[in-house]
């Protein structure tokens, strides 16, 4: 079974070279692997070219910034071969993760396998360690949430997430192509889709890969959180408008996006939308708290700037 490797970058030089020097250490080579570099002016393509990647079968495509659901789509055009493995370009594989994809589709030929994309735990003295150490108990927290393999995910708990999974072309054939119109949740749509018509859909947590992105921080993952709960709704509004949101759906935590809450509820989630709480929860005295108490008031907090749509400055 041939497979096909597709990674969309923007600006993200440093993140695609470890993501490809990952690559180079795997057990089994993918038999093509294509790097889609969406408008990047940060020389990806000079710092890969500057590397010696000549023992993968890398093409480079380059276009202008279309976004990320787009340079996938350019990425399954021109693949050649039947088996997709997708990865974000902030991916670092562990090094059976190639051959692990290819045996679960020699497996279960029609369906879509997802690996583990897991925040590695930091070392103390690491830069950001409080922030990157809550990250690593959110991604175990979703591990231990979803259903294993061999057992397959149901349209009420399903999460396709693109940084690390599989699927033939032949579902992409049938279902369609990345929704270009959304920013974020591109993959989630995706996965609706395919969950509605039938085709299974599997965790493996053996399938590791790390995110590598060091830089990030607290107040930056909350601006992402709203960015995605923004697309929830956008995504929940278009399937109202296409009369499709059945009851299964529903019952999906992210199509739960749009909750009305009452006064005290609205209340308590208006007092910890405060950018305040952002900046003081990397901070003595917040990180001398114990983590239980700290990484739940964080996860709070996020969660009620998600809610009032507010972005962080």
């Known amino acids: 079974m041939k497979s096909t490797v597709v ?3 923007y600006n ?3 993140r695609i070279l470890n993501l490809l020097r990952s690559m180079q250490n795997q057990s089994q080579l993918p038999d093509e692997i294509i790097v889609v570099v969406d408008g990047s002016t940060d020389n990806t393509i000079k710092a890969i070219e500057n590397e010696n990647f000549n023992d993968l079968p890398l093409v480079v495509h380059v276009q202008e910034n279309k976004g990320r659901p787009a340079a996938r789509n350019t990425g399954l055009k021109l693949a050649n071969h039947d088996l997709i493995i997708s990865f974000d370009d902030d991916m670092v594989l562990t090094p059976h993760v190639i051959e692990l994809h290819v045996k679960h589709h020699q ?3 029609d369906s879509v396998c997802i690996g583990y994309q897991a925040e590695k735990k930091p070392e103390i003295n690491t830069p950001n360690y ?3 150490d809550f990250r690593y108990h959110l991604s175990q927290k979703w591990h231990k ?3 294993h393999y061999p057992k397959s995910m149901e349209m009420h ?3 396709l997430t693109t940084a690390n999974c599989s699927f033939p072309k032949k579902i992409i054939k ?4 990345f929704d270009e119109n959304l920013k974020e949740v591109e993959d989630f749509d995706l996965g609706t889709r395919i969950m509605k018509k039938g085709f299974l859909m599997f965790y493996n947590p053996d399938i590791l890969a790390w995110h590598d992105n060091p830089d990030w921080d607290f107040k930056k993952f909350v601006q992402r959180q709203v960015q995605y709960r923004a697309d929830d709704l956008s995504f929940v509004k278009k399937l109202e408008v296409e009369g499709s949101l059945d009851e299964r759906l529903k019952k999906h935590p992210r199509f739960r996006a749009d909750t009305k809450y009452n006064f005290l509820k609205s209340s308590i989630i208006n007092f910890l939308a405060n950018p305040t709480w952002i900046s003081m929860a990397e901070k003595k005295p917040f990180t001398m708290l114990p983590k239980t108490f ?3 008031f964080m996860d709070v907090v996020a969660t009620a700037f998600t809610y009032k749509r507010k972005r962080p400055e």
């Open 7 to 9: 990674v969309p970058t």
């Open 12 to 14: 993200g030089k440093k």
């Open 107 to 109: 497996k279960h030929p």
């Open 130 to 132: 409080h922030f990157l």
């Open 145 to 147: 949430a979803s259903p």
């Open 157 to 159: 708990n399903y999460q």
């Open 174 to 177: 049938e279902v369609g192509a």
């Open 294 to 296: 700290r990484y739940r």
